[in-house]
């Protein structure tokens, strides 16, 4: 900015002093009998200047190991034996804590719930009133709730793609209660009167496929495809009389397909759905 004084017919110019930062890059310097130049990003920095980066403390050596996550499972159960067809659904979610021993070698542990709904038709074989055979049909409609303890270990096959992608192998123990909830007029002469809950227990093996999203997460896809596995179930009533009994099962899964006593030709074609986690650093 110019300022023009007049002193006895006189005039003077009069130079205004601009601060180049104050005004800012591109602002303008008035020099007395000078031409205006504008200022340039140069012009406003020091050549002596330096970008201080932040210094980040250390990671914790516990946080590279220690990771946190959950299972989420959706399942179509259908169950066909002798004198018993089950149809129905289960969800769960089962949230995971666990610790990278090595590079390839994991340990976890989950703890979770699920609610699963069961559609049940008994038949049973008799004589009419003339003496003719006949069949009798029941339906019953299972809802139950349960929780699930399951500790694994987990060994990385094979990494792929950059290693964005691995292939591990799982074996994990099971052990859990279920409490079924059905209608006592409808259960009467089921397996169902008078239960209270049954207790799981058992152990699988069967791959598993992750893909690393970034440094933090992780994506996984269980698999039911070729799991073997051995389970047993207590069931536990509330009459003195039917006492309890347990159920054991030798389960091969091929292609979503689960054969249940082979040796008692009793055939189930299994649980078909998907099953998927997410694990994350912390």
């Not at 205006?36 to 970008?51: E, I, M, N, W």
């Not at 009133?129 to 500790?151: C, F, I, K």
């Not at 994990?172 to 409490?179: A, D, K, R, S």
């Not at 689960?258 to 074609?269: E, I, V, Y």
Request: a neutral charge; charged letters at 20%; glycine letters at 10%.
């Amino acid at each position: 900015m110019l300022i023009c004084v007049v002193v006895f017919g006189t005039t003077v110019l009069m130079a205004q002093q601009v601060d180049p930062l104050a005004t800012g890059v591109g602002g303008v310097a008035s020099i007395v009998g000078e031409t205006q130049t504008a200022l340039t990003p140069q012009d406003s920095v020091t050549a002596d200047s330096t970008v201080i980066e932040p210094v980040l403390p250390p990671v914790p050596e516990w946080k590279k190991k220690l990771y946190y996550g959950y299972k989420f499972d959706i399942y179509y159960h259908h169950d066909t034996r002798s004198q018993r067809k089950e149809n129905g659904f289960s969800i769960s979610l089962t949230p995971e804590i666990g610790w990278r021993l090595k590079e390839r070698l994991y340990l976890g542990l989950r703890i979770g719930g699920s609610y699963q709904n069961t559609m049940t038709t008994y038949t049973t074989y008799g004589l009419t009133a003339g003496g003719m055979d006949t069949t009798y049909s029941t339906d019953l409609r299972v809802h139950q709730g349960s929780w699930e303890v399951t500790p694994y270990v987990r060994y990385r096959l094979k990494t792929m793609f950059n290693d964005k992608v691995g292939i591990w192998l799982e074996a994990h123990l099971y052990t859990g209660m279920e409490f079924p909830v059905v209608d006592a007029k409808d259960a009467k002469g089921t397996d169902f009167e008078g239960l209270r809950h049954t207790i799981t227990y058992g152990v699988q093996v069967s791959p598993v496929i992750t893909y690393q999203f970034n440094k933090k997460s992780t994506f996984q896809i269980f698999f039911s495809i070729m799991s073997l596995g051995y389970s047993g179930t207590t069931f536990c009533y509330s009459d003195p009389e039917k006492g309890n009994y347990n159920e054991y099962t030798n389960d091969v899964i091929v292609f979503s397909g689960k054969l249940r006593n082979m040796l008692a030709n009793q055939f189930t074609p299994g649980l078909y759905g998907l099953k998927f986690g997410v694990q994350k650093s912390f």
